[in-house]
């Protein structure tokens, strides 16, 4: 999967990663995997590191949870859209 490059301008949701093999994976219901990494406060499965989410000034994500945004988009109006403000609307 390459749908990103460095240097693009990218935007993550509330969730960072999965194993993306499990029954949930495959049925696209990531969100109930049961080695999901969420964005703010999950050990990545690797070294422990916790992340961040938004008070951080680095993220690392999985591309699949990484969306391209459009140069068209303001980061502002595009920045809502990336966790509850979709669901909250």
């Given at each position: ?55 951080s000034s680095h ?31």
């Amino acid at each position: 999967m390459k749908t990103v490059k460095v240097g693009d301008r990218v935007g993550v949701g509330a969730q960072i990663g999965a194993d993306l093999t499990c029954g949930n994976c495959k049925a696209d219901q990531e969100n109930y995997c049961p080695n999901q990494i969420d964005t703010y406060g999950a050990p990545w499965p690797v070294d422990g590191t916790l992340s961040q989410g938004g008070y951080s000034s680095h993220i690392r994500a999985h591309e699949y949870f990484t969306f391209k945004i459009p140069d068209a988009l303001e980061s502002a109006v595009a920045a809502p859209m990336l966790c509850a403000g979709l669901t909250s609307e």
